[in-house]
């Protein structure tokens, strides 16, 4: 009998399938096979603080490099399956197309241009981030519009100095802008007084106050003045892996709204609720059709947690960013996060 190479792959990969728990599927998509072959995770972070560092140990921390984890947990049942690839902002598009990396945890804002022209697709919002203004306490800025007249650190030659000015003009309110070739330079002239008020997106914002002379004087404001939804990328076409993605980040804003968390995951198995049951896999079958053992949710929960214990951990009161939830809370308590059920 000839034996087709292509059918032999399908078999190999089946059968990597099975060793690692997983459910199996007719069709196996290219990255999930990539993936299972390889025996981990191949992710794209760029370095920012709260988001992708290296501790003193040299692993990695953060926002990012957790949701890298959960992946990895949910495909390979062990977080540590995860290889990092540190990109730089220009690095992270090529790397992706080019099959470098299996997906970034996160890139530049997600806009139609960068979701449909670099043939590249955001699995979900994984943070509502937007640009805002960092001010001194003890100044009476309570609000954005207390701003009117004040002057602005601001980099030069970036949608910020755009946005600030749109924003000023839209309200017929002036301000001063102070304009700077880095960002680390705007930083530095807030930090010696030199203006009012510094902006960025609020993420990076509160990245920069914990490295001012006296972080504690100085607060972000409430308000946005734009919008910059951050999430994961992964290669248009593919969507069994696109689903993967999306829905590991589902299952950890679906496991916060149930309660349900690293330190009571097991404990959960026993829920008399359905909507546990069916998150953890215990009843019905939801993982075959993404390719995965029926208990991938709770592999997420059990090694990485829910979503709000990875962005206490590494961005909110947890850390040193002491970053409020805001937009970013779940929409049960006035923010936009929301996810689908699973069922």
Request: hydrophobic share 45%; glycine share 10%.
């Amino acid at each position: 009998m000839i034996r087709c190479p292509k059918f032999a792959l399908i078999a190999a990969v089946a059968g990597a399938f099975f060793a690692v728990g997983a459910r199996a599927q007719t069709d196996v998509g290219p990255t999930l096979a990539q993936v299972v072959k390889n025996g981990y995770l191949t992710c794209g972070v760029t370095v920012a603080p709260g988001f992708a560092q290296r501790d003193g140990a040299g692993e990695w921390r953060g926002f990012d490099a957790d949701f890298c984890r959960a992946v990895a947990s949910a495909v390979l049942d062990d977080p540590a399956k995860t290889h990092f690839v540190e990109l730089s902002p220009k690095e992270r598009v090529g790397a992706l197309q080019a099959g470098a990396v299996d997906l970034l945890a996160s890139a530049s804002p997600w806009t139609q241009v960068r979701d449909a022209g670099q043939k590249l697709i955001y699995a979900g919002v994984a943070l509502h981030d937007g640009q805002g203004f960092l001010v001194p306490r003890q100044r009476s800025f309570a609000k954005v519009q207390d701003l009117d007249g004040a002057s602005i650190c601001v980099e030069q030659g970036t949608p910020y100095e755009l946005e600030v000015a749109d924003f000023f003009r839209a309200r017929k309110a002036k301000y001063e802008p102070k304009l700077f070739g880095s960002f680390e330079e705007a930083v530095k002239a807030y930090d010696e007084g030199k203006c009012d008020a510094l902006t960025a997106d609020v993420s990076t914002l509160h990245g920069a106050r914990v490295g001012l002379k006296a972080p504690a004087d100085h607060s972000v404001l409430p308000e946005l003045v734009s919008k910059a939804p951050r999430g994961p990328l992964v290669r248009q076409g593919d969507d069994q892996w696109l689903n993967i993605v999306r829905w590991t980040l589902f299952a950890m804003l679906d496991a916060e709204e149930l309660d349900v968390s690293k330190a009571n995951a097991d404990a959960a198995l026993s829920s008399g609720n359905p909507q546990i049951r069916r998150l953890l896999g215990v009843d019905g079958a939801h993982g075959g059709d993404l390719g995965l053992s029926e208990d991938w949710a709770y592999r997420i929960i059990k090694h990485v947690g829910n979503y709000a214990e990875v962005f206490d951990r590494n961005l909110g009161q947890g850390s040193p960013f002491a970053m409020e939830r805001r937009l970013n809370a779940l929409w049960t308590k006035g923010g936009l996060m929301f996810a689908p059920p699973v069922r």
